[in-house]
């Protein structure tokens, strides 16, 4: 059970353009899922926490202009990178928790390998 | 807010062996410590966790200790093989589903010679 799912696994794009990443909870309802960064060879770094129905929040340091997050049902979080540069190129993760799930672990979707030439 | 600190940042053993890696975290009000194994190309994936409230867990080749004083947590597995190698990172939060965030440590990166 607790499957996180995320599309697509890999994306290239063109400078300039928008690129939207989906993450899924499976088989659970979630109120609650976060976003991950990670750069070749290093840790993972949260840039926001969304939550259904409301804005999410974003860490500091990251552009909530720039990383669109829609929470828009219970079983569905998107990650809309908008107006991509290299720079934004890395491997993009979501997790999800379920909903009133009290000391649940947190699953991880498989990642989204972004690529900006 | 918490820091995470994980040794070694590679570590590489002979099949059969057992590998340690360990971690301090910051926060004394943490209280749930998750490992995760993350294999090339792929998100992490939840092998074992502990709660402040034991010392220590295991789950067949894997094992968990935790010190709460001292701050630190230590993940141990046994009889290790190829199958093994991938990144581990280790995390620690304070909070309940729903509401916590993971702090993550860097990373060790365990080679599994066969």
């Known amino acids: 059970g607790a499957v996180v799912s995320q599309h697509p696994s890999r994306v290239i794009c063109k400078s300039g353009t928008s690129v939207k990443i989906e993450c899924r909870s499976l088989?659970?309802?979630?109120?609650?899922m976060f976003w991950y960064r990670q750069f070749p060879k290093q840790s993972l770094m949260l840039m926001a926490t969304?939550?259904?129905?409301?804005?999410?929040?974003?860490e500091q340091g990251v552009e909530k202009d720039k990383f669109l997050i829609n929470h828009a049902s219970l079983t569905l979080s998107t990650l809309t990178v908008t107006s991509a540069h290299p720079e934004d190129s890395s491997f993009y993760i979501c997790?999800?928790?379920?909903?009133?799930?009290?000391?649940?672990?947190?699953?991880f979707g498989n990642g989204t390998r972004l690529t900006v030439t | 807010g918490e820091n995470v600190e994980q040794h070694p940042s590679t570590l590489s053993v002979q099949e059969g062996d057992s590998a340690v890696i360990k971690c301090t975290y910051s926060?004394?009000?943490?209280?749930?410590f998750p490992w995760y194994k993350q294999e090339l190309g792929k998100g992490p994936q939840l092998i074992i966790d502990?709660?402040?409230?034991?010392g220590e867990k295991k789950d067949q080749r894997i094992a968990v200790t935790l010190n709460k004083t001292a701050k630190h947590f230590s993940l141990h597995i046994t009889e290790t093989q190829p199958e093994d190698s991938a990144v581990y990172f280790c995390?620690?939060?304070?909070?309940?589903?729903?509401?916590?965030?993971?702090?993550f440590g860097k990373g060790t990166k365990l080679s599994v010679i066969p």
């Open positions: 969304s939550n259904e129905g409301s804005k999410a929040t974003y």
């Open positions: 088989d659970f309802q979630a109120t609650t």
């Open positions: 502990i709660r402040s409230n034991v």
């Open positions: 926060d004394s009000a943490s209280n749930y």
């Open positions: 995390a620690a939060t304070f909070g309940r589903a729903g509401s916590y965030q993971l702090t």
């Open positions: 997790s999800a928790i379920p909903t009133g799930a009290y000391n649940s672990p947190l699953h």
